[in-house]
């Protein structure tokens, strides 16, 4: 599990320290906040403790800055400057919690990730594998024939995260029975797509008794339901592992969030760290009515202050959350509603 | 001229009368005296040209919708059931206010149209959908095909927040 990020003049981040639930991590911001940034950083830490990637080829990958320069990703000023990353995690050490730290500081004059530094325990963090999956905005299960192959050959213009979830979704099936928690999840997803996940040269098929359909005819929110049925049976969110995912309401009919929800809350019962980011109401919303006194749950709400820099403020309940991007823009819908309705009265 | 109703005081500047609307004393003047039939609104502003009525749900201090504090998922669901009844309560008392109002026949209030604020501690989004919701079941406006006169102007479901914002000019406060 992952415990603390801390920034210094990285990206958009002048100063960043933010303290993750070891459960579900909810964030939101306007755009321009960092949301994504703050996923890419957690996913880049999390994958090098299984690929054996160093960390800064890593970030340079999901970031994909220009010319691959490293340095780039340093706050720009006007003024040379360095810029640093640093995550922290707990591991288990012969039965008890042990804090780990990986820290990278660059400049940005650094033009390639060797050139960066590397302190903090990148050894132990290397030792314990921590299983991770980043799903991005954009659905990537629909391209998958031929993309691997081609961004393993060529170099095409595309971050890391979008190959990187196609190689998750093939991964093959775990040996044994599927674990009934496992299966009783795996269910709910066949209710609502009304299907299951078949895979056949690299290619994705819904499969219901009408007969198999592939992803390219499939609606983006059933496909972003079916990465999800696939992911969780070939065992990629097991107990320990972490989820990232990008916006999951993009593209998704407001009916499906109360299953993706529902899906995201229990794979956080069974042990996995989830991180999410929205802009939406809906969804935000089946949080605060789905979740439990017992779930582990922090809603992070990522703003400027009055000096334009990138703040965070966490909170353990929807309804302390503060600021709060998505209510504030409904707030002046309804201020405009009110106005229709009630003309000048009141002014 | 100030009223208050639920843990709010409203004020409001250049009113004619402002009152508390089921008022349960016998000797007031603005005594209703049929609690037990009709269902009625917390206050009723008469403004020279409009008339407000208005009522107002503080889900945060009474036990019934606080769902943050319900002990158990069972509470949480036994109140989240009489939140959904909240709409069509609201329909009543909308109605039956409307129509104690125009039995009463009051001096100030001829025909003037009637305008119908709900003053609830809920989510900005969820504002929306309950006015919607509201405005269709009284009905707001000449809803019925043979219809020559509205029910009702405008119907509006806010909380504080948006009352300061929208009504700068009619303060409110919790009390």
Known sequence: MLDHIKLERFTAFENLNMTF????????????????????????????????????????????????????????????????????????????????????????????????????????????????????????????????SLYSLRHIHFEEVYADIIDRAFLGTLKGPIDKDR???????????????????????????????EFTLLAEGIRKLGLLWVLIQNGTLLDGSVLLWDEPEANLNPKLMRTVVQILIELQRLGVQVFVTTHNYNLLKEFDLQCQAQDRVLFHSLFRDADQEIQVAS?????????????????????????QQMGDLGQ | MKVQADGFEFEFPGALDAFVFDDKLASSPHYHGLSHAMKAVDLVVELPADTLFIEVKDFHAPD???????????????????????????VHKYRDTWLYRWAEHAAGAPDKPVRYLCLLTLDNGLL????????????????????????????????????????????????
């Not at chain 1, 909170?315 to 009110?338: C, K, M, V």
């Not at chain 2, 319900?70 to 669901?77: H, K, M, N, Y």
Request: charge should be positive; include cysteine.
């Open chain 1, 21 to 148: 639930s070891p459960g579900l991590n909810v964030i939101i911001g306007e755009n321009g906040c960092g949301k994504t940034h703050l996923l890419k950083l957690v996913y880049a830490a999390c994958d090098v403790s299984v690929n054996q990637k160093g960390f800064a080829e890593k970030i340079n990958r999901v970031f994909l800055p220009s010319g691959d320069q490293i340095g780039r990703l340093v706050k720009r000023r006007s003024a040379s400057s360095t810029g640093t990353v640093e995550i922290q995690r707990t591991v288990l050490v012969a039965g008890k919690p042990k804090p780990l730290s990986l820290r990278l500081s660059l400049s940005n004059h650094t033009k390639e990730p060797a050139k960066a530094t590397l302190s903090g325990a990148y050894k132990q963090w290397q030792e314990h594998p921590l299983t991770s999956v980043y799903i991005p905005v954009k659905d990537m299960m629909a391209n998958a024939p031929g993309f691997r």
């Open chain 2, 64 to 90: 019934d919708y606080d769902f943050r504090r319900a002990i158990s998922r069972d509470a949480q669901t036994v109140r989240r059931q009489r939140l959904n009844h909240l709409r069509d309560v609201l």
């Open chain 2, 128 to 175: 929306g959908v309950m006015s919607k919701e509201l405005r269709q079941c009284l009905p707001v406006g000449c809803a019925g095909p043979r219809w020559q006169r509205g029910l009702g102007q405008s119907c509006v479901v806010l909380n504080p927040q948006r009352w300061s914002s929208a009504f700068p000019a009619w303060a409110l406060r919790r009390v």
């Open chain 1, 183 to 213: 299966k009783r999840l795996l269910e709910i997803l066949q209710q609502s797509m009304a299907g299951k996940v078949v895979t056949r040269n690299e290619e994705f098929f819904l499969k219901s008794p009408q007969g198999e359909l």
């Open chain 1, 315 to 339: 909170f353990s309940h929807y309804d302390d959350l503060q600021p709060n991007a998505i209510d504030d823009t409904l707030g002046e819908l309804a201020d405009r509603e009110i106005r």
